[in-house]
């Protein structure tokens, strides 16, 4: 809760400047615009003579409601799609080939824009790719609570096969819930050999359809820019599985994918839009920013007055920078924008003052009173594979009816920034054996409020779980 020194001279009937001497008196320097939290304005207003009456604030009641939406007013939106996989996979240059190959680029005479996301059309439909590749930019923006992926597709390289990053890739997608579509690249090298990737998917439990499972497989040559029309065609495929759709007819909501400072134009930032329709003159909140929508432009680097639903845009009129993830909203006016903003800042602060973990193992299940069988989400890293599999192994053990223990990723090596980012999208908890993170990684790890907890010895560290799960099942009445 907080109230502007310039809301509140106006609600007392005094000038600024007269609460902006008080609050010097109290050693606090303020401005007309500046939010006073609750107690100080309690303060100041007592020497007035007023009283501060605390009127809770919820930013609910100026935002629309999502609900509303009618089964007639959805209409079939694109699909949004990630590329993950293995470093030096291709999938760059696979990004690079699809973009390239868009015929409607050339037609329409612009040039092709980074702005962290971009749109083809193809015969069956248009795809939306983001620009970022990867699983960590993935799972970075599912820890904020973005999810704006739809489909996956994840690129295996025929002469290389199944590597770390790949398994990565899948488990991250896996937790995120969305599909995968295998996209098996440089067919056109000479070692190329996708059986040997199929089959080692297939043991991943991405058994193709071929040979009678559920994975869409494509194969295609980046390179040589093969196989680009069937990938796209798989993706579409995939798509109608998931019957996207999207009320285009009501405000514009979305995230950000991408957001820079631009010395001449100001913050911008890149949005994909979820739902509704935004136009030129919109106010927003986004994050911890506000802003009014001056201006905006397509991947192809043209103004455009409005934007629908899946489509990547590139707005101007940020207050200051967004962040990837953030939430892009539209409310009635600036002046509902900035005040939801404000509060927003304040709160934002006092959440960095608390600094509490999200998740740990003493108290997880605590917060989910509710549920009657509970998950203990995992992150498991070792030393060495040996005792991965002996942990696993126990771990699965020590599943209970009430208590299901969930190893969302595993592997051995060191804790990643990848990992902390996965532990806290998934609200997991880190398990290091004989493993720990660098200082670097450790930061991450406080910044995101994940537990990592540390063990060498295999019987105290699932002693410990037990413990934690006896504790946290609902006491018997
Ligand atoms: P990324 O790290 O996954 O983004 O991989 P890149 O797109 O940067 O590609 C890594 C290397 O593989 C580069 O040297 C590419 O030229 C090469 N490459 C990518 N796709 C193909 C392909 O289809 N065939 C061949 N022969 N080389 C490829």
């Known amino acids: 809760d907080a109230i502007r020194v310039g809301d509140m001279a106006h609600q007392m009937g005094v000038k600024a400047p007269e609460i902006i001497r008080v609050l010097m008196g109290l050693g606090v320097l303020a401005t007309i615009n500046q939010s006073l939290d609750i107690e100080t304005a309690g303060v100041v207003a007592t020497e007035f003579g007023y009283e501060v009456e605390k009127v809770g604030f919820s930013e609910e009641t100026f935002l629309i409601p999502s609900e509303t939406d009618k089964p007639e007013d959805m209409k079939p939106r694109p699909p949004v799609v990630t590329i993950m996989g293995h470093v030096d996979h291709g999938k760059t240059s696979l990004l690079d080939a699809i973009r390239s190959s868009d015929v409607t680029a050339g037609e329409a005479g612009g040039i092709t824009q980074h702005i962290g996301a971009y749109h083809v059309q193809t015969a069956r439909g248009e795809v939306v790719f983001l620009d970022t590749p990867g699983h960590e930019a993935f799972t ?29 890739a899948i488990n991250h997608s896996k937790a995120a819930g969305v599909p995968l579509v295998v996209a098996v690249n440089k067919m056109d090298k000479e070692g190329a050999n996708p059986d040997r990737v199929k089959r080692e998917l297939s043991e991943l439990g991405m058994m193709p359809e071929e040979w009678g499972g559920e994975t869409i497989y494509a194969y295609v040559s980046a390179k ?10 798989m993706i579409l495929l995939q798509a109608e599985v998931l019957e996207l759709k999207a009320n285009p007819d009501k405000p514009a909501r979305g995230h950000i994918v991408e957001a820079k400072l631009d010395k001449g134009r100001g913050s911008l930032g890149t949005l994909l839009i979820s739902e509704g329709t935004l136009r030129q003159g919109d106010a927003f909140v986004c994050g911890l920013q506000w802003g009014k929508v001056r201006a905006m432009f397509n991947d192809q680097g043209k103004k455009i007055k409005k934007a629908g639903p899946a489509m990547p845009v590139e707005v101007q009129g940020f207050d200051g920078l967004p962040e990837a993830g953030d939430e892009f909203v539209c409310v009635a006016d600036e002046k509902v924008a900035r005040r ?17 973990s999200k998740v740990t193992l003493e108290s997880f299940l605590k917060s989910k009173p509710d549920q009657d ?11 060495v594979q040996g005792s991965l599999e002996a942990i696993a192994d126990a771990l699965a053990k020590a599943s209970t009816e009430k208590v299901k223990i969930n190893i969302i990723h595993s592997g051995a090596g060191a804790i990643t920034e990848s990992d902390i980012l996965l532990a806290s999208a998934s609200e ?6 004989n493993v720990r993170p660098n200082a670097k990684v450790k930061d991450v790890a406080d910044q995101q409020h994940v537990e990592i907890r540390f063990y060498d010895i295999i019987y105290k560290l699932v002693g410990e779980i037990r413990d934690a799960m006896a504790g946290m099942l609902a006491p018997v009445i």
């Open 428 to 433: 997991a908890i880190i398990i290091g054996f």
């Open 224 to 233: 040589q820019r093969q196989g680009l029309d069937e990938l796209l065609e």
């Open 340 to 356: 939801i903003a404000d509060e927003r800042q304040m709160k934002q602060r006092e959440r960095e003052l608390a600094k509490e």
């Open 140 to 168: 970075a923006m599912r820890a904020r609570g973005a999810k704006v992926t739809d489909i996956v597709v994840l690129v295996v390289a025929a002469d290389d096969g199944v590597m770390e990053q790949t398994r990565e």
């Open 373 to 383: 069988v509970k998950t203990l989400n995992l992150v498991v890293k070792t030393d």
